[in-house]
């Protein structure tokens, strides 16, 4: 994995999702999001899908709170652009996402490698918790 951190943008996989989401907007996040929620608990979920849809919801609820140091810079430019429009981006997608990639995905398997509760398993627990209030 080409990561250079534990942020949700810190990933070669993320910085590949931003430039899909230039092209295609909210469109990007929804299929971030549908990647992961439509698959079964018995399916691989790899690591590229996961890591979009972590930087998806990320995005999604920054949308709300307006907080955007967890953001690549091409991400917090697109948000400031495109705010009113993310924000309504079904935030239950989001934390269904996170929390499959959560349960049980490739990128999960790797912060695993590291121990079990990394600040990746701490971030994730607290998107979620963001989702939750947003």
Known sequence: MGAWGHGP????SA????????DAGTAAIDEAFE???ALDDSDYLELDPASAAIAAADLVSRAHD?????L???AA????????????VDRTRARLAVERVY????????WDENGPDTEWHA???ELLQRLARS
């Open 66 to 70: 307006g907080v955007t140091d967890s």
């Open 77 to 88: 430019l697109w948000l400031a652009e495109n705010r009113e429009a993310a924000k309504a």
């Open 123 to 125: 971030d994730t627990r």
């Open 72 to 74: 690549s810079e091409e």
């Open 9 to 12: 943008f810190d990933n070669d």
């Open 15 to 22: 910085g590949d999702w931003v430039d899909q989401l230039s």
């Open 35 to 37: 990647a992961v929620i």
């Open 103 to 110: 349960r049980l995905s490739e990128l999960r398997e790797l």
